[in-house]
């Protein structure tokens, strides 16, 4: 059977508190502090932040958790990632600018990105907004243009690395337990060994599997993942 990589999407709702940190432990200290978690209402800093690393590493779930964490205070942010094509002009009620995927952009959204940052930190109203952003490659290697490269490297720079695998064990393992389900050590090793091995990937299935073993009032077996994947 051929590794199988599951599009994550907005399956569950992204929150820092979801976050495994593992060795990102420092990343995820700065976005809590900087949306308000255990600070009350101390101003946030203005420094942009870019977050870098490969895929399944966290980076869009991060980015979402902090868009969440931002619109459950009532603020409107503005979000812009490589599936827009066509990104609106920069919105001077946002709070926040968050940019995820940067290596993939167009050049027309290079463009509006390189406006939105500009009117984010240097804005007409003379309160800048924060811009937090993420890509696969560090500063010095995105093939942005170069006034928009310069930029996502100017303030906090944070690489995110990927869970060994203990780790996504752990986090698996915790996942199951919240939900109230028991997920052996074989279905694990299973999990781990037949399909994609990034955390994002692996959480979509537990949550497939899941809602797949309610629906048919069954525990979670190999059997029954064998099963799904014939049927779903």
Request: charged residues 25%; glycine residues 8%.
């Amino acid at each position: 059977m051929k590794q199988m990589a599951l599009d994550i999407g907005l399956a569950t709702s992204p929150s820092l508190s979801r976050f495994f940190a593992g060795p990102n432990t420092a990343v995820l200290q700065h976005l809590r502090l900087w949306v308000g978690e255990g600070r009350g209402q101390m101003p946030r800093s203005p420094v942009p932040t870019y977050l870098w690393g490969e895929s399944g590493s966290g980076k869009t779930h991060l980015l979402k958790s902090v868009r969440e964490a931002l619109r459950e205070q009532g603020a409107i942010v503005g979000w812009l990632d490589a599936s827009i094509g066509y990104p609106p002009e920069f919105d001077e009620r946002w709070s926040a600018v968050l940019m995820d995927d940067v290596h993939l952009y167009t050049p027309m959204q290079q463009a509006r990105a390189f406006n939105w940052f500009v009117n984010a930190t240097s804005p007409a109203t003379g309160i800048p907004r924060w811009v937090l952003a993420a890509g696969e490659l560090p500063p010095a290697d995105l093939k942005l243009r170069e006034d928009l490269r310069s930029r996502l490297g100017w303030g906090h720079v944070f690489q995110l690395r990927l869970l060994d695998e203990p780790a996504r064990r752990a986090v698996l393992r915790q996942e199951a337990d919240s939900r109230g389900v028991f997920l052996g050590d074989d279905v694990m090793d299973y999990m781990l060994k037949r399909f994609s091995r990034d955390l994002g990937s692996l959480m979509q299935l537990l949550d497939m599997l899941d809602g797949f073993a309610l629906r048919n009032k069954r525990a979670i077996t190999i059997p029954l993942l064998k099963t799904m994947l014939e049927t779903e």
